[in-house]
């Protein structure tokens, strides 16, 4: 007999009077409680005995709790808060229970955590528990769901379903949540489902939010042409579709009656089954302005319509709009036609490395552009470029890693910059365009507001430099690895750099240049400012010789560490090299791997009082044959020499290296210097010379390091006159 009394008691309050749980009601008293109130049935699957499940009630007390958990395991708990112990019920034996809440309940939501692994299916919904929020985000064992109960106070559907565990998706699923708005990450990485019902939102629209619905679900093969058909209030539909890998076509009325929506960023990035997109897909959307990313990873796209954005006269950015599509082999001459409201093209064709030409007029109506940054970013089946490409486009500020990668490049027009006069950087323009031979001149004459050239033509096959080719770029202060890596360059001119008077960094400007054979004398004779001349030929390994007064006029240098590095045929040292950089600092591996090196000159950093350490300086100069005296003495601020001539395996010491007879006593006082390896070679095939008695100095307050100062099997008696007095922790 079903009663929903007992003695006039309400059953839901039978166990607060009698102490029977509602479970048991039938055994005790002979009755089954019959109820009219609302309820939801899940069913949980535990592993081992007296695992506990936790029901998901949140974190606050502003949701409504009133209900009794039927835990399927003829116990039963009345739950009247969030943080109600008996929220948390342990289930002695492992099986399968299904576990009825019935009452009040405005928060269920599992967003990732808790006991969300042990729920497998959603069995029944009865009435409206007042659900607020509700959600089974994480639940990686949910394999089943069903049509939700009349959820009226639900307003989002937000990680509703996200990395569950489902395949099939309800056709009604959502038919009795009218108030829904939003259904952002719905089903979010639910990678086994493969179809969506065409109603699947019929009766969602007062929805506004899509973004991410259905991000990541691979297996999905297609999309019903009306999905979205009743969703008329819906503004953003940003990465709904990102990463179906599987999906292979896109309806071309998918977003015909979503008149309102503004955000298409990402909708369709990593879709890398598709292959075509439809003409008119946004051809309802004239209120879109945002199509950032909308097919960025489509690798299968062989083609693009030319009327795909006619319609959408709003847009002010296609930010990396088809980056990655490496099948795209051409684009249409008017397909930003009338985007005349485009700001932002960066990194729009990144990676499309099918595309072999560009249309002249491609920009021809983007007046407004002020952003080109990484545009054509490897586009390395890209061989020529047409003459007037930017002609239009007058208000660019950054052309920044425009083409870089192009690999197939092998011209560039002499006027390709004319008319963009507001440039203000063209860092990494050219960079690893490897078969680009020239550079035409006058190149950047008319780009008189540019300040960075840094990268610029890194890594391209050119022979030669322009005299003037930044002969007009005045305001020009970064030029760092400008010529970086163009190994097939036999020459500098001496004025390249004559007007750019505000440069403040020549770091790796000519780095694994190794065809060049010298530097002109007055190369950076106008570059008063420099501060850093890092690397600036590291690995030049071509290069025999270094004018004396190079860096004259270079006062304001703090950094020369690796300049002359890797420099293999470099076979002597200017003496006065360094003579006016008073202001020098690092010095690390300025002469590293220099191994046709056989001398170092008298006094060669004698006015680098402020250099800080020498660390690695001539490390691996193999053919270095004999170290001044007093090379180091007037360095007196250093406290670091590890390395300094570690395997000099011809290299004749001498004991005044670091200071005069007498010395030893202030030398060091009080500082913590490191000695570590500063002489350790492995071999030795040179004249017999005499060890700086380091020992011998006092540090007072310092600890210097001098582990294997003078270690290794080529310091011994034949080498150093003085081995034997070389204390055991030195060596």
Known sequence: MSVKTYNKVEFANIKKVFNIAIANLKNIMG???ESSAPSFTFRVVTSTPNETFTLPLGTSGSYAMNFIADWGDTTSSVIAAYNDPN?????VDAGTYDIKIEGVCEWFAFNNTGSRTLITKLLSFVGDMGFKVFNFRGCTNLDTIIQLGQFAALTTADSIFRQTKISTIPNNLFDNCPAIDSFTYAFYLCNLVTSIPTDLFKYNTVATNFSSAFYGCTALTSIPTDLFRYNISALAFATTFRNCTSLTSIPEDLFRYNTLAWNFGVTFTGCSGLTTIPANLFMYNTAANNFASVFELCSGLTSVPV?????????????????????????PDDIFRYNTEINNFSYA???????ASLPVDLFRYNTKITNLTGLFYNCSSLVSLPTDLFRYNTLVTNMSSLFIGCSSLASIPATLFLYNTAVTTFSSVFRFCSSLASIPSGLFDTNTLANSFSFAFQGTTITSIPVDLFRYNTLAYQFSTVFGDCASLTSIPTDVFKYNILTSSFTYVFQGCISLTSVPVDLFRYNTLATSFQRAFYQCSGLTSVPATLFLYNTAVTSFSYTFAGCSSLTSIPVDLFRYNTLVIYFQRIFADCT???SIPTDLFRYNTLAGGFDYAFVNCSSLTTVPVDLFRYNTLVLNFIYCFEECTKLQLNKNI????????????????????CFNRTSFTGTQGTAPDLWSCDFGTGTPIKTTCFGGAGNSLTSLDNYASIPVEWK
């Open 349 to 355: 064709f990144y990676g499309c490395t099918s595309l």
């Open 31 to 33: 009755v089954e409680a």
């Open 307 to 331: 009327d795909l954005f006619r319609y959408n006269t709003l847009v002010t950015s296609f930010f990396s709009v088809f980056d990655s599509c490496s099948s795209l082999t051409s684009l």
């Open 596 to 598: 046709s090196l056989v």
């Open 658 to 677: 670091f200071y005069a007879d007498g010395e030893e006593g202030t030398r060091f006082l009080n500082q913590s210097v490191r000695f570590q390896d």
């Open 87 to 91: 929220r948390i019920h342990t289930f």
